[in-house]
């Protein structure tokens, strides 16, 4: 079936420092990939996405590439902010024309000036 | 102003009771879906709605119903209850699926329920 794992958190670092959080996913063809936030107390957003292999999301110094040789979509930013802190959560959309989304368990990022 | 709201936000309520979390989006979204968030679980989808009329189960449908008689609307129906459904719960609306569920989706703000 299809599924999304994410890095165990929480991660905490320093403001300005470089992030990673990992997401691997398990799905036939050619899923489409998400990056979504939650800011304390709100709903979530989408931050990112991919739709096909290679293909690079990008927004607010945010990047994830898709990458379907090791089935991952790795969360980047080359340095956080105290305002980056929230949950993350990866996400798929199986191919085709469905209307599912598989979540990830979600990352907390805490930043510390 | 474009937005996905959930009535009501906060419910205490007792096993067995009936209720009923509305959901109503104003960007005239073809598609809405209701998720779960549990801690160490992520969100999980409950049932989503391609139109009006159209509804299919998502990952974790037991014990819950929806209703699609117009494309505003999409409530979520626990007919019976159980202190496992304790949850924050959040519907999302998107336009349509023509290009696949990539269109970002807007969510509601969250209904956090506890059943006793």
């Known amino acids: 079936g299809n599924s999304v794992t994410q890095m165990e958190g929480p991660v905490t670092l320093s403001e300005e420092a470089f992030l990673t959080i990992n997401c691997t996913y398990t799905a036939t063809g050619y899923p489409s990939l998400f990056w979504y936030v939650q800011y304390p107390g709100e709903g979530l957003q989408l931050l990112l996405k991919?739709?096909?292999?290679?293909d690079k999301g990008s927004n607010k110094g945010f990047e994830a590439t898709y990458r379907k040789e090791t089935t991952s979509f790795h969360l980047e930013k080359g340095s956080v902010q105290v305002s980056d802190s929230a949950v993350y959560f990866c996400a798929l959309t199986p191919s085709g024309n469905t209307g599912k989304l598989i979540f990830g368990q979600g990352t907390t990022l805490q930043v510390k000036p | 102003e474009a937005q996905v709201t959930q009535n009501p936000r906060y419910l205490i309520t007792v096993t067995g009771k009936k209720l009923t979390v509305t959901c109503s989006q104003n960007?005239?979204?073809?598609?809405m879906s209701w998720y779960r968030q549990d801690p160490g679980l992520g969100l999980r989808q409950i049932y989503y709605?391609?139109?009006?009329?159209?509804?299919d189960k998502g990952d974790v449908p037991e014990g819950y119903k929806v209703s699609r008689k117009e494309k505003r609307n999409f409530p979520l129906i626990l007919e019976s209850p159980s202190p496992n459904q304790t949850s924050l719960y959040f519907c999302?609306?998107?336009?349509?699926?023509?290009?696949?569920?990539?269109?970002?989706?807007?969510f509601g703000p969250g209904t956090r329920l506890t059943v006793l």
């Open positions: 709605s391609m139109n009006v009329e159209v509804t």
């Open positions: 960007m005239n979204h073809e598609y």
């Open positions: 991919a739709t096909k292999a290679d």
């Open positions: 999302a609306s998107t336009p349509d699926l023509s290009g696949g569920l990539t269109d970002t989706q807007y």
